[in-house]
């Protein structure tokens, strides 16, 4: 489980099949092999550690099936990621509920700026979309955030400043695509409604 708060923003180092090195700012002692480090909100599981230059280097595989539903494929050598450690017992609840098992692909239909924050308009696929309430929760790329309002398929968040400098929102422009985890509760409620007709 997450919260869908980063702590650091890595960086992809190489990729080799399903196998990815990502760096970090973690300390390395702090990571066991078999931990769960959300990336770009994928629930992945370390399986190699080493000492990189500002802290932990890790690897991850992702499999055929996260290829497939998530962004991961897009991802490239320097690409920076938006990490979170694996929540403990006792730990702040910042954000919401996050699982790591990323629903879908959304896309950044819009973007302009509120004032000192960017107002998102995110197009999320149209099996997703029905999960998505104004004012509830979502993760976009591992960011828990707040939706302001939803228009059929779309939906608007606003990013403060500093969300925008400590994820990689702020790398993102139109066209792009986020993995986008729907608010873990509209998914059980939803599955009770549809046992209930």
Not at 152 to 166: A, E, R, V
Not at 173 to 181: A, W
Request: some cysteine.
């Amino acid at each position: 489980m997450f919260t869908g708060i980063i702590t650091d923003v890595g960086r992809l180092v190489d990729r080799a099949g399903g196998r990815f090195r990502i760096a970090s700012g973690f300390d390395p002692s702090g990571i066991a092999l078999g931990a769960s480090i959300a990336c770009d909100g994928c629930c992945l599981t370390v399986v190699e550690v080493a000492q990189g230059e500002r802290g932990a280097v890790f690897s991850v595989d992702v499999s055929n099936e996260s290829l497939s539903r998530t962004i991961l494929g897009d991802w490239y050598p320097g690409r920076r990621i938006n990490l979170e450690r694996a929540l403990k017992a006792g730990d702040e609840l910042g954000g919401h509920i996050v699982s790591g098992h990323v629903d879908g692909v959304g896309a950044v239909a819009a973007m302009r700026p509120d004032g000192d924050s960017r107002r998102f308009t995110i197009e999320a696929p149209a099996d997703i979309a029905p999960y998505i309430a104004s004012k509830g929760s979502v993760a976009l790329d591992g960011i828990s955030l707040t939706v302001n309002e939803v228009a059929g398929n779309t939906f608007g968040i606003n990013i403060i400043p500093h969300t925008l400098t400590h994820t990689t929102l702020g790398d993102r422009k139109p066209g792009d695509r986020v993995n986008l985890e729907v608010d873990l509760f509209a998914r059980y409620v939803a599955r009770l409604m549809e046992q209930r007709r």
